[in-house]
């Protein structure tokens, strides 16, 4: 019957209300740019759609025939073929039905397909700031269920709206066409029917959100008294009564409000049947008035064909009823989309971007100052010049923006004042591709993909050799952890790398870096202490590479720290100190402080 089990979920909660989004031109023309590249497949839909929705309420019209001319006309022959007619349209009718929901899902499909896409590429042009200030949460719900919520648009919102119109004109034409004045008739009842549906509907709706609310209440009290540490404070305090009655409070209102729920769900279907009913009842006496009355040609066929139409004509007219609701949410799901697409790439190439023919890792920093929020300066007046073939190491105090200092050579982030350059060339003005590709870095928090030590090598060259990866993982001091795993290169790193060490994931990452050999090479050091041993090892791998190129370490050990040319010392975002450890040890300065705290116990460690 009309709408019975369609209460839940269709009506809009507060929050829905106060989101709803603003319906403009430019927002339906964009839901539809979407949708034309399928505009054949669409257009056949619509066909169907019209066919189907006309199809299915022929046999109504052909039940007033059946009953004048096949039964009162005592015509068999005319009886059988009516009757076969009426089963083969609905056949029919139904068969295009499936043609239609085929295409119908095929369409939507394909349009959040592209629209996965489409999100998926735009958000890997997002800049760092985006993933660090986005709840990640967020950002999946959008490509997933958001994007999912466009399929329910396309294959249940839109078909619903066009069949239910069809159905509701084609009716409401044959009903006029037929006998106006029973149609007249008709179209009166029906808000007879449809008004006290949804008030019940709405009442139910609004005491079920109220049930839900009151079992949250009663589980929380249940969670926080019934827990171990809950029991010994109430216990403690003597609260025991109190929180009984607590309990016993929100427990009664809870079976006030089933009981509610459960009669309004039996007044529903009294009101429902009754004003149901009426409308048919209200047709058979018009319709008698007006035969036996007024000596109208009406036949006891039509009638029955009004009668049959009205009942055909609740659940579109219900259905469309409660399009505001389908209509708002959809629109707030193509809004939400919307916004995410239309979230700035603010780092990008330059259309002039240059890009040179080999790189040799030269870094300037002029007078660079950065904030990752207006209002807060993390890094004021950097300036440094990294030579080709040299290395720098950066120490400091957690915090200071050592790492910040790092992120924007690759344009993780682009600096507020000053300039970075790269090769001599500002690194807004490279081509991002080469940028990145000249720099690369191990960071602190080594990242690897869940999949074997190969693939996860693979990641920085994908056409390397074996013998290539052996010799890196040998230059990062970690083959002959490989070659003592039973399947070698191919050991399964498990989630995040989490199967592993914390010094073997630094040095797989070491090795996928030297795999890539950029120009310049960026590590920042693990804060986080590992034993000796690991540590040695880490240090094994990368001294020659400090050695040999062009280098940048963000430095916690006085190891790394020695094996630099020069070092910078950063406190709340400036360069405070500078030079070669000989000089800066004795200046009695940040430098001198950090060593004895912080390196002359790691040097310890070391000796
Ligand atoms: P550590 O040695 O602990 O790694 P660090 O010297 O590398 O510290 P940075 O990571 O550069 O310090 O951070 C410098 C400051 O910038 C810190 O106060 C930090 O809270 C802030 N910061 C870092 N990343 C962000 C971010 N994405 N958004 C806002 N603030 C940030």
């Known amino acids: ?18 989101n709803a989004p603003k319906v403009t031109w430019p927002l339906i023309k964009r839901i539809l740019s979407n949708i034309t590249p399928y505009w054949k497949q669409f257009s056949v839909v619509l066909v169907c759609i019209v066919i189907s929705s006309v199809l299915g309420l022929l046999p109504s019209v052909l039940t007033g025939k ?8 005592q015509n068999m022959k005319l009886l059988v073929i009516l009757i ?3 089963l ?13 929901s085929y295409l119908n899902s095929w369409i939507a499909q394909h349009m959040t397909f592209d629209m996965r896409n489409k999100m998926y590429k735009h958000l890997q042009k997002m800049p760092q700031s985006f993933f660090t200030s986005n ?25 619903s709206i066009l069949s239910n119109t069809i159905t509701l004109v084609a009716a409401v034409v044959i009903m006029f066409r037929e006998n106006w004045i029973l149609a007249l008739v008709g179209a009166a009842v029906i808000p007879l029917f449809t008004i006290p549906t949804r008030w019940a509907g709405k009442t139910r709706w609004e005491l079920t959100q109220e049930s839900q609310e009151c079992n949250d209440q009663i589980n929380g009290i249940l969670n926080e008294t019934l827990s171990v540490s809950g029991q010994l404070l109430v216990k403690l305090f003597g609260q025991e009564q109190k929180e009984y009655d607590r309990y016993e409070g929100a427990n009664r209102r809870m079976i006030k409000l089933n009981i509610k729920e459960s009669m309004a769900g039996k007044w529903f279907m ?12 209200l047709l058979y006496l018009v319709g008698g008035i007006l035969i036996m009355k007024h000596d109208s040609s009406l036949s006891v066929g039509d009638i029955t064909v009004l009668v049959t139409l009205l009942g055909r004509m609740y659940g579109p007219v219900n259905s469309l009823l409660n399009i505001q609701v389908e209509w708002i949410r959809s629109m707030a799901l193509f809004t939400r989309i919307f916004e995410y697409l239309d979230m700035p790439v603010t780092i990008k190439n330059d259309p002039d971007a240059i890009t040179p023919e080999k790189a040799v890792g030269e870094v300037r920093f002029d007078h660079v100052g950065f904030a990752y929020e207006p209002e807060r300066q993390i890094l004021k007046d950097v300036d440094f010049t990294l030579k080709a073939g040299t290395s720098i190491a950066i120490v400091g105090p957690s915090g200071s923006g050592k790492s910040t200092i790092i992120n924007l050579i690759p344009r993780l982030y682009d600096v507020c004042d000053g300039s970075v350059s790269f090769d001599g060339v500002d690194v807004r003005k490279l081509d991002l591709e080469f940028l990145r590709d000249s720099v690369g870095i191990v960071s602190q928090e080594t990242y690897l993909f869940n999949g074997t030590i190969r693939e996860n090598l693979l990641y920085a060259k994908p056409d390397a050799t074996e013998e290539e990866l052996f010799a890196a993982c040998e230059k990062a001091n970690i083959l002959e952890f490989i070659q003592r795993q039973e399947k070698g290169l191919d050991t399964p790193v498990g989630n995040r790398g989490l199967k592993l060490s914390g010094g073997e994931k630094q040095r797989i990452s070491i090795a996928r870096v030297l795999l890539k050999n950029p120009a ?24 020659p590479i400090i050695h040999s190129r062009t280098s940048i370490l963000i430095a916690h050990r006085l190891s790394t720290i020695l094996a630099a ?3 910078l010392v950063i406190k709340d975002g400036v360069i405070a100190e500078r030079g070669v450890h000989s000089d800066l040890v004795k200046l009695g300065g940040i430098y001198t402080e950090l060593y004895e705290t912080q390196f002359g116990r790691a040097l310890d460690v070391e000796a």
Not at 139 to 159: A, L, N, P, Q, Y
């Open 1 to 18: 019957m009309a709408g019975g089990g369609r209460m839940g979920g269709r009506y809009l909660t507060e929050e829905e209300k106060a």
């Open 565 to 567: 040319d020069e070092i």
């Open 84 to 86: 076969c007619a009426s």
């Open 135 to 159: 709840n990640q949460g967020d950002i999946i719900t959008r490509m997933t269920s958001d994007i999912s919520g466009v399929e329910r648009v396309v294959t249940s919102t839109f078909t």
């Open 270 to 281: 009294v009101i429902v049947k009754t004003f149901s009913s009426i409308g048919p009842m």
């Open 520 to 543: 310049l090479f960026i590590f920042d050091e693990a804060t986080a202490s590992l034993d000796s041993i690991s540590e040695s090892k880490i240090q094994e791998a990368i001294d």
């Open 88 to 100: 083969g349209v609905t056949l029919l009718s139904n068969l295009i039905q499936v043609g239609e």
């Open 66 to 73: 059946i009953i004048d001319e096949g039964l009162i006309g």
